[in-house]
């Protein structure tokens, strides 16, 4: 089994930063892409950040300029740093990675719990 754990999301003013983190566990093969995605109330779960296992960043025009992802591959950890943060940014943030778990034949597509995040004066 594998599983993905995230932390760090929060209540921040706008203009604030929060740090994103997750790290996944388990019976662990290989990791392929890793990203975060969120979801508003009310809204559909979009992509925010991906990051491919060899360091390749694909980022939402929304959040360009403002959020940085990265991963530490030798912790299986993808983090989102997220500065200048506006109140549209609030939304349920979901980690995801592809991943093949040990003697598996195929990756499968992971998502953690989510990690709420709120910005509001």
């Known amino acids: 089994q594998v599983q993905l754990v995230e932390s760090g999301g929060g209540l921040v003013q706008p203009g604030g930063s929060l740090t994103l983190s997750c790290a996944a566990s388990?019976?662990?093969?290989?990791?392929?892409?890793m990203g975060w995605y969120r979801q508003a109330a009310g809204k559909q779960r979009e992509l925010v950040a991906m990051t491919t296992s060899g360091g390749n960043t694909n980022y939402a025009d929304s959040v360009k300029g403002r959020f940085t992802i990265s991963r530490d591959n030798a912790k299986n950890t993808v983090y989102l740093q997220m500065n200048s943060l506006k109140p549209e940014d609030t939304a349920v943030y979901y980690c995801?990675?592809?991943?093949?778990?040990?003697?598996?034949?195929?990756?499968?597509?992971?998502w953690g719990q989510g990690t709420p995040v709120t910005v509001s004066p």
């Open positions: 995801n990675a592809n991943i093949l778990e040990r003697f598996g034949v195929r990756p499968y597509g992971y």
């Open positions: 388990g019976s662990i093969g290989s990791i392929y892409g």
